[in-house]
């Protein structure tokens, strides 16, 4: 036999100690917040829990917008450091509301398509916790055929002018920018034409109404845009390039952690009660979350190494979504009326499941994304 | 993929890939990838082996899988390693036996393992009767041998030993070590025979027509075939986190790696299931019949996972492991 | 469906069609109810009630909950045809409450039920503290009355009983005839709000567009649907069942009954599953807000199946007889 | 309040001395042949069990075309009748092959659409399990697109001359006669243009050749037709009026219960070898089994009254097919080393499923008709 070398799969993590580091950093202020009473932690607070103050401490230990150069803001860290902060923002069921959209996608958007003035101008208020981004994509009437947005911008002196709506925009009543999708040209092709702006939310012509969910909270928004001007350099990118860029962007944000530990703080609360006769399926939980996790990290290294991993982030978002509503299921079978702190968590859990599903694309989209890319010729 | 690990799959690649299916379990092609050392990485040079790693063996495990070859490399590998720790190896192809698949007569007088891999080929089989009670069993001698094959058809043959037949193997490592690794390399076969089927699938449904377009466009197609898709990647990734755990410099404690390799056989139980159902689904009637090769592939997945102990069991252990541990635990394993 | 049957669905979607959504648990709905006389239904006349048999009363209990009402009819009837046993009926508003639910203090001296459906609203509540134990207790007396609601907001009080507090019920039915039947009562309800859900969703894909045609024409939107209409086809089918079993003329064994009451609890299970979540996931975020109508009936999808029981009580249940009664058993059920 | 009248669901079954009487009959001959030798009872035997001996006794207890006319050799019973017959026969894995496909199929569709004539040739042939019947629907490039056939029949002194090849037909190696699909008219719509036939299997120009399936046994075969004369009189209803006559057969027979009892015999065994701890699962297997054969039961009633319960039968077929390969993953976890049997019919079941799932449309076509059914206009 030839090969001699080994081939462990991956390189040992060889900053091992500096991610430890980090991790502790996270549990302290955590656990600091937990134990003064300034946050319960709970399923889904990436989306739910908007808390300034908490994004600002995060962000004064240079944990927001991490990978990013430091010139505009960054940590310069891995994809990796990174992954280990937010899982454990995520494991502590922490208020991460307010900066998690502009890290996320915001922030890598501008990094990809903005001009080196709009990083500088956008990217430092994201990695400060100063700027709360929100995301103007949907309309009442397109779905998620984003082709099909009709709210539009046209050209106007210094800028654009752009008037339309969009709606179920998370966390729109505290944001501070809004990124927006719009059409600048009307052709045949709809995936033409369409452009992305990044849009102060104090823009006058800008308005935002409440749309309550069925939990009662106030977390969606519809946006009303009416003849609302956007400085021509607020362009993200290329005019009539947004559906390449948005594609991209939307790619690039299914591989992360909150798409399968949504609902962690209700597996740590239903393992506590659990009993042995449930050990069975309480393994196959731990095993299924063991993987999802291995693939959140082989996605990080790969986006490290420069790949675009869209088969692997497609999957750990549809194999997330399924554990985190199996999760809940679950929780049920742990629920007795003597717990009633686990039937709580549980009902908070299961009000906020069907949003998990819709974000970042539905089951059979994210397969069709798979197949397209397994059956090109 | 390492370039070591592109290296090991080309060498498969080149053995096996003009061999016809049907010949993919003969003596002629053990007797290849005998000469090439294949049924000894992993172990150790110095006493006889072929060198490499677990990780190695693991790559070449899954490559044969994906080929369809149902010879026992890994059995080879694994007790060749065990016996590694108190003898040179090479001289004969050896397996591998476990008590607890098996059982004593009510005497005590006879132990009957069946399931044991190729055993009527090997000239000897490295028994475990307990946790620190292995030892190596000549087959020429002693034991009695009924022959049996799983639903694929390979040698999975019933072996009967009287009383403590058998040399004693004091270095060999615990039961649950072996036992583990035997589980990983199982769930790398799985991966292995998932994918080929997966290719077949996917050539079948880019190729075929009906209702005039390829069948790949019809949207329940395209969403099947993506789900084969999803459960490889995801046992890949099961896969790659519990060799890690194994690696000779960086391992983790036996539990851990217990606890990986269980993970590793739950998810490959559930990546067996959804590839051969969804492989003959979107096969139809073509994919039943003994001409086309899909059923090379989906008799091994269908045998393969419920071998190297169930599926309820990997996941009671991890269950267990779990409601002893606590959250903490649970958190610092997974994110290791 | 009987022409009974469907009087009787006539009757409630004239009463409720009218009432918009958010006061379908008004007092005031609930009086016109109880002047129809609903909350009687299968109570004999002459005991106060209003006639009728059990198959009418499910017919009543899954037509409210087509509409979204979480008004406790069925509670109220089985708890009034307890009572009939003993005594007239009809002077006060009823529920039902099972000690096997709650729990007793340490010293046995205060039984803590939680989950008793509109608690705070009845006059009184019969109670089962065990197989023939079953007592009437008045609420304006002695009992503590703890409020609370499940996920869909409707009442779910806790009530507290110090001692041996009520009057003894002696020809109270057995205690799993009354749960068996409080279990059919509640599938019925899913059923109900399923089908309520269903109707949504499908008006929903039907109307709405995207990439330029109704959504139903997507083959992935259509699946789903159609996988709604399966689970409510199916949960119909074990309902007809079991209601069978329950006929007053032909009616079962009690063994018989409980076992179609708990395949019924099952299925029931399922459907609300599979129901709840595909309507959710065919709105998109339509279906999230409070604003539109879908979430007063996936609310109680969600709240209702684990109420009365677990599922998994009631599988284990099955399934213990089965391996009790073994296969010949299970086949005379089957097809009885 | 007014109603007074009970509403249970279904009538009582009136007749249930006679069903009994039934029953006993079926249990007398199957215990009868087992204890004897002169079968084993395995899975999916309806479809692998081919003994023309067996079906003939059946047809000599009038327990073939139960429900046909007395006057064509059929018995006038009812659906419920017939199922409580077929049920019992599944449940004893008896070896039914030899007049199955023409007592579901062939029998009912020549009923609806033959000629007086037909009718008097064929049904008596089946009813005393003289005739054994094939289906020669699908062709080697139309997979389930049955509008793709390619088979000709051209128009021919005194009848029609047959030219192609039908592919996956079970059983044509025994069969006597072959129900046919073929085009007689070349249009510009594939769905037009074809029609029903049935062929004696002695024809000149008919040839058999076997497909050889997974399990290595012959179930399958390939026919070839080479300028096959079939007589006019032989033609199944229409000219030209094939397709919707094929739709009606084909969800005619979605509705039965060899669609979820194809692995009782497995499931039995497994029941006796089952341990407490498989309870639950056990229990939900029981739960689903009970509600499939009343769906059945509720398919046969109203068949019985007059309807057409298409949305019922193909629910029924979509649940069976799920609940079988359910049975034989149960199964595999009482599989043990000491109980040779199980595994071996295990084994046996498993390699008859992928059969279970394409005969009479996958899951997907299912739902689609029964999405079609609900969603029209």
């Known amino acids: ?377 | 993929m390492t370039d070591n690990a592109r290296e090991l799959r080309g060498l498969v690649a080149d053995v096996v890939d003009d061999v016809p299916l049907d010949e993919r379990g003969s003596d002629r092609l053990w007797a290849t990838l005998r000469d090439l050392g294949l049924p000894l990485v992993g172990v150790d040079e110095a006493r006889g082996g072929s060198g490499g790693t677990f990780a190695d063996l693991v790559v070449v495990v899954r490559a044969l899988a994906e080929r369809a070859v149902g010879l026992p490399v890994g059995e080879s590998a694994l007790s060749a390693w065990v016996l590694a720790h108190d003898h040179e190896v090479g001289g004969v192809d050896t397996t591998l036996a476990f008590a607890l698949d098996g059982e004593y007569r009510e005497d005590m007088s006879v132990l009957r393992i069946p399931g044991v891999p190729w055993l009527r080929r090997s000239g000897g089989v490295v028994v475990y009767r307990g946790g620190d009670d292995a030892s190596f069993v000549e087959t020429g001698e002693d034991p009695r041998i009924d022959e049996a094959e799983n639903l694929a058809g390979e040698p999975r043959d019933t072996l009967s030993i009287v009383g403590t037949a058998g040399t004693p193997l004091p270095s060999a490592p615990p039961m649950p070590d072996v036992r583990g690794r035997h589980t990983v390399l199982r769930a790398a076969a799985v991966a292995g025979a998932a994918e080929g089927a997966y290719r077949l699938t996917r050539d079948y449904v880019m190729q075929r027509e009906q209702f005039g377009k390829p069948l790949a466009r019809i949207p329940a197609v395209a969403a099947g075939l993506a789900g084969m898709k999803v459960a490889i990647v995801r046992l890949d990734a099961a896969l790659a986190r519990a060799v890690d755990r194994h690696a000779a410099d960086a391992g983790a404690a036996l539990p851990a790696r217990l606890g990986a390799a269980a993970a590793a056989a739950v998810v490959a139980a559930e990546t067996a299931s959804v590839c051969a159902r969804t492989a003959h689904q979107l096969h139809g009637a073509m994919g039943v019949t003994r001409e086309y090769p899909l059923h090379h592939y989906t008799k091994r997945l269908w045998a393969w996972p419920g071998e190297v102990g169930s599926e309820t069991h990997s996941a009671e252990y991890l269950g267990a492991r779990a409601l002893a541990g606590g959250e903490a635990a649970v958190w610092d394993e997974l994110t290791a």
Chains 1, 4 share one sequence.
């Open chain 1, 1 to 377: 036999m030839t090969p001699q070398a080994t081939s462990e799969t991956t390189r040992a993590p060889q900053d091992a100690p500096h991610l430890d580091e980090l991790r502790r950093r996270v549990r302290d202020l955590t656990g600091r917040w937990q134990a003064e009473g300034r946050y319960e932690p709970r399923s889904d607070n990436w989306m739910r829990g908007f808390d300034p103050d908490f994004s600002r401490e995060l962000a004064a230990q240079g944990l927001i917008g991490m990978t990013w150069p430091r010139h505009v803001g960054g940590g310069g860290h891995s994809q990796l450091a990174r992954l280990v902060v937010n899982e454990e923002l995520l494991r502590a069921g922490a208020p991460v509301a307010a900066h998690w959209i502009g890290d996320r996608q915001i922030g890598p958007a501008v990094l990809r398509h903005g001009s080196p003035e709009l990083q500088a101008e956008i990217l430092p208020g994201i990695a400060e916790a100063r700027s709360v981004f929100c995301l103007g994509m949907s309309e009442p009437d397109a779905g998620s055929d984003l082709a099909a947005v009709r709210t539009t911008a046209l050209p106007a002196d210094g800028g654009w002018r752009v008037t339309g709506r969009k709606i179920w925009t998370t966390g729109a009543h505290h944001a501070t920018h809004a990124y927006l999708l719009a059409r600048t040209e009307r052709g045949e092709r709809k995936h033409e034409g369409l452009t992305e702006f990044i849009v102060d939310m104090d823009t006058p012509g800008v308005a935002v109404a409440p749309i309550v969910d069925l939990a009662g909270e106030h977390h969606f928004n519809e946006v009303t845009f009416t003849d609302a001007f956007v400085p021509a350099h607020r362009v993200l990118g290329t005019v009539g390039n947004a559906w390449r860029q948005v594609t991209e962007q939307l790619s690039f944000e299914r591989g992360g952690p909150e798409r399968f530990l949504s609902t962690y703080p209700l597996f740590a609360l239903a393992l506590r009660h659990a009993g042995p006769e449930q050990r069975a399926p309480l393994g196959r939980l731990v095993a299924r979350l063991a993987t999802l996790r291995r693939l959140a990290r082989n996605v990080a290294e790969s986006v490290d190494a420069g790949a675009a991993p869209v088969v692997e982030a497609a999957t750990l978002k549809y194999l997330g979504n399924a554990f985190e509503n199996d999760v809940i299921a679950f929780a049920r079978d742990v629920c007795r009326p003597d717990r009633p702190d686990v039937t709580a968590a549980w009902g908070q859990a299961l009000l906020a499941s069907p949003g998990f599903t819709i974000r970042g694309g539905a089951a059979d989209v994210l397969l069709s994304i798979i197949a397209k890319q397994e059956t090109r010729p």
